[in-house]
């Protein structure tokens, strides 16, 4: 199993400002994934984040607006740039546990961001 | 291509009733089946799995689920319902032979376990 960590947990920012949210793995993961969950609905998959290379975006999502950093086997950030009200949501970071029949999908607890 | 169905929004049940939370999915291989669940102001909790073997998997919290291929159904089953049961739940599928480690998820379903 993997323990994964988000900071923060919840935020509250103005219009037009930037919030970097930091996703922590308690072991070296190869895939990260970063999700948005609009209130009451499923998830969307921003990006995919592997260790070594640039990330891969889902479409819809840029990485001006989305920024992620992947810089070991432990750690990530996604950034979420000049935001908007629009940009409220609960951000999840994710990772996969490979192995044979060992292979899971771990989620954080969610940074919930409400932008005013 | 992958996909999967939660047929209903909400499910409402009685404590001490049994309960069952609907799932189907769509791949073009072989899939690999999750259930998580997920409680108000939280992250996605893993609660179950099928990758292969018996169609019958038991996971956390005392929930289990059947995968039936013929329907291509995997239903989520608890005996008897706990008010703590009450949350989001949300099926996943990810077809093995795609090669990808992006699963899809259901839109999820509201579980309310009345007292």
């Known amino acids: 199993s993997a323990v994964i960590s988000q900071k923060p947990s919840r935020d509250i920012c103005q219009r037009g400002t930037s919030l970097t949210i930091q996703c922590q793995v308690d072991?070296?993961?190869?895939?990260m994934f970063w999700y948005r969950q609009q209130p009451g609905q499923s998830l969307t998959l921003i990006a995919t984040?592997?260790?070594?290379?640039?990330?891969?975006?889902e479409s819809g999502f840029v990485i001006d607006k989305f920024p992620i950093s992947r810089p070991n086997l432990t750690f990530s950030t996604l950034t979420v740039s000049n935001m908007s009200p629009e940009d409220s949501s609960i951000y999840l970071c994710?990772?996969?546990?490979?192995?044979?029949?060992?292979?899971?999908?771990?989620f954080g607890p969610g940074t919930r961001l409400t932008v005013l | 291509a992958q996909s999967v169905a939660q047929p209903e929004d909400q499910v409402n049940v009685a404590e001490g009733n049994p309960l069952t939370v609907k799932c189907t999915y769509s791949?073009?291989?072989?899939?690999?089946l999750f259930w998580y669940v997920q409680y108000p102001n939280r992250g996605l909790q893993f609660l179950l799995k099928?990758?292969?073997?018996?169609?019958l998997v038991k996971g956390s919290y005392g929930f289990e689920a059947e995968f039936n291929k013929s329907q291509t159904s995997f239903h989520l089953k608890k005996p008897s319902a706990l008010v703590s049961d009450s949350a989001l739940y949300f099926c996943?599928?990810?077809?093995?032979?795609?090669?990808?480690?992006?699963?899809?998820f259901g839109r999820g379903t509201s579980l309310i376990v009345h007292p």
């Open positions: 994710s990772s996969w546990v490979t192995g044979g029949r060992t292979d899971t999908q771990y």
């Open positions: 072991s070296q993961v190869t895939m």
């Open positions: 984040a592997n260790q070594g290379s640039e990330a891969t975006y």
């Open positions: 791949v073009s291989g072989n899939p690999y």
């Open positions: 099928y990758i292969t073997g018996d169609n």
């Open positions: 996943a599928v990810r077809d093995v032979s795609g090669g990808s480690y992006i699963p899809t």
